[in-house]
């Protein structure tokens, strides 16, 4: 009898143990999605680009959604600088999508690259944006953006689809000036 409560006392610990360590699996990995999802934000707009004329708006801010022409990281078999249009927007199945295409800088010959996209988040209800003019223009915040100019800051809050919000605000500049460089 004393043996079945030392097994059954084991048994009970090992579960716990097992089941605390898929826990722990689990929250890693989504601080790591999160982290990755956090460097690639971060590292598009930064990147994105100024207007080249007075008629060109490469950066359309919305309340929920966004797009703007950005350059892409380099990738081993592709050009050094990829310029892209980018958007990022929460879809129907409550998935923080981002989308883009790539934008040749001179006449094409053949067909332009598909549209791609990529999910960075699931169980997103909604991404709520905020835009804020250079300090040399003000320094106000706007839940829109569609001056001609590229905002200072982007600021980018999750409400997640269960309610909570349980991840920090992502506050980014925008780096490039006029001329394209840092």
């Known amino acids: 009898m004393v043996l079945?409560?030392?097994l059954v006392g084991l048994g009970q610990a090992t579960r716990f143990g097992m089941s605390a360590w898929g826990l722990e699996t689990r929250l890693a990995d989504n601080a790591s999605a999160l982290e990755r999802m956090d460097r690639i934000l971060r590292l598009?707009?930064?990147?994105?680009?100024p207007p080249i004329s007075t008629d060109d708006k490469p950066f359309d801010g919305q309340e929920h959604r966004l797009s703007f022409k950005t350059l892409l990281p380099d990738e081993p078999q592709s050009e050094p600088v990829r310029h892209a249009q980018v958007a990022l927007g929460v879809d129907d199945h409550h998935r923080l999508v981002l989308r883009w295409q790539?934008?040749?800088n001179a006449t094409l010959l053949g067909q332009a690259p598909k549209e791609q996209q990529i999910v960075l988040a699931e169980g997103i209800e909604r991404i709520d944006l905020a835009y804020r003019q250079n300090a040399a223009d003000g320094g106000k915040w706007s839940k829109t953006w569609t001056d001609g100019a590229l905002p200072g800051l982007?600021?980018?809050h999750f409400v997640l689809a269960n309610g909570h919000h349980r991840w920090p605000d992502m506050q980014v500049p925008t780096?490039?000036?006029?001329?394209?460089s840092f």
């Open 4 to 6: 079945g409560v030392i």
């Open 44 to 49: 598009l707009i930064e990147q994105a680009s």
């Open 102 to 104: 790539i934008r040749a």
């Open 154 to 156: 982007v600021q980018i």
């Open 175 to 180: 780096m490039l000036d006029a001329n394209g």
